[in-house]
T-cell receptor
Framework: NAGVTQTPKFRILKIGQSMTLQCTQDMNHNYMYWYRQDPGMGLKLIYYSVGAGITDKGEVPNGYNVSRSTTEDFPLRLELAAPSQTSVYFC??????????FGDGTRLSIL | KNEVEQSPQNLTAQEGEFITINCSYSVGISALHWLQQHPGGGIVSLFM???GKKKHGRLIATINIQEKHSSLHITASHPRDSAVYIC?????????????FGTGTLLAVQP
């Protein structure tokens, strides 16, 4: 049982490049979330999904896009990378009223 | 003012000491969560509680709903307890169980 798997673990991008952060869970959880974690700040919600085909914006969605074509996968897309998007990104999932399960994070630097 | 406040921000303890980390919140909640994040690592859920007290090994979490306050206690602390401890709350309403996070308490336990 792998839980929540995020890839890649580290990435360096140039300004203006695009990339997709992958998130997969094998627990059949319906709810999935993307967060960013910046130094000295609490985690901020970027996007979330309540099930396949349903996504919605969180607190800080600008510059990002998501899709949820299957229950298992919830990729996060950066279209035009900007230095302000340098952060650690966490994907999480949950079912019912249980605690969220988090992935190990993706550390992204944009130079 | 943040909706979830933690104190202290940083804490250094000697091995064996009893440790308390505090969390205050200003919104109505359905549950409060304590999370652990080791340096460079992922995030693990320690407790989810809506009333009273929970215990797991050397960790104890309490919540006072009337005072909007929770504490995380670590008994007989050990260097492996060194981590960031994050308090988060699930606010009322909706099915999304979105979390509001504190900024974390960095704990260092010295041998």
């Amino acid at each position: 049982n792998a839980g929540v798997t995020q890839t890649p673990k580290f990435r360096i991008l140039k300004i203006g490049q695009s990339m997709t952060l992958q998130c997969t869970q094998d627990m059949n959880h319906n709810y999935m979330y993307w967060y960013r974690q910046d130094p000295g700040m609490g985690l901020k919600l970027i996007y979330y999904s309540v099930g396949a085909g349903i996504t919605d914006k969180g607190e800080v969605p600008n510059g990002y896009n998501v899709s949820r074509s299957t229950t298992e996968d919830f990729p996060l897309r950066l279209e035009l990378a900007a230095p302000s998007q340098t952060s650690v990104y966490f994907c999480a999932s949950r079912v019912s009223d249980q605690p969220q399960h988090f992935g190990d994070g993706t550390r992204l630097s944009i130079l | 003012k943040n909706e979830v406040e933690q104190s202290p921000q940083n804490l250094t303890a000697q091995e064996g000491e009893f440790i308390t980390i505090n969390c205050s919140y200003s919104v109505g909640i359905s549950a409060l969560h304590w999370l652990q994040q080791h340096p460079g690592g992922g995030i693990v859920s320690l407790f989810m509680l809506s009333s009273g007290k929970k215990k797991h090994g050397r960790l104890i979490a309490t919540i006072n709903i009337q005072e909007k306050h929770s504490s995380l206690h670590i008994t007989a602390s050990h260097p492996r307890d060194s981590a960031v401890y994050i308090c988060a709350v699930s606010s009322y309403g909706g099915a999304t169980n979105k979390l509001i996070f504190g900024t974390g308490t960095l704990l260092a336990v010295q041998p």
